[in-house]
């Protein structure tokens, strides 16, 4: 994969998982307390139970996407320093077909296996 249609794939992947990231904030709301229609009567706890699983889920979730985001910022920023495609170990070339399958690869797999 050449360098333009990495960056073509990494800013596409960019706006999806921002626009994922936006939508889990606008859904648990700015405090990170949750939005709920039930919020002003009293709740079973079972419920009051339910409703932080599902907070902390969804935290879980945002903070996994913002970890991507950051590997595909990384991965843009691999590109414009010139070492997008190299192992950052070895100095090797990462196999495109992994890059394919993982645009924001670092390293080869046999490297990630000896890590």
């Not at 907070?55 to 590997?71: F, K, M, S, V």
């Amino acid at each position: 994969m050449d360098d333009d249609a990495a960056r073509r794939r990494l800013f596409a992947e960019r706006d999806r998982v921002t626009k994922l990231v936006h939508e889990i904030r606008e859904e648990i709301g700015a405090d990170g307390e949750g939005s709920s229609e039930l919020a002003d009567y009293d709740q079973h706890p079972a419920d009051s139970a339910s409703q932080t699983f599902e907070l902390e889920r969804e935290l879980g979730i945002l903070e996994d996407l913002e970890n991507e985001l950051a590997e595909l910022q990384a991965a843009l920023e691999r590109i414009d320093n010139g070492t997008y495609g190299i192992d950052e170990v070895t100095g090797e070339p990462i196999d495109p077909a992994r890059l394919e399958a993982l645009p924001t690869a670092r390293r080869n797999v046999d490297t990630e296996r000896r890590r």
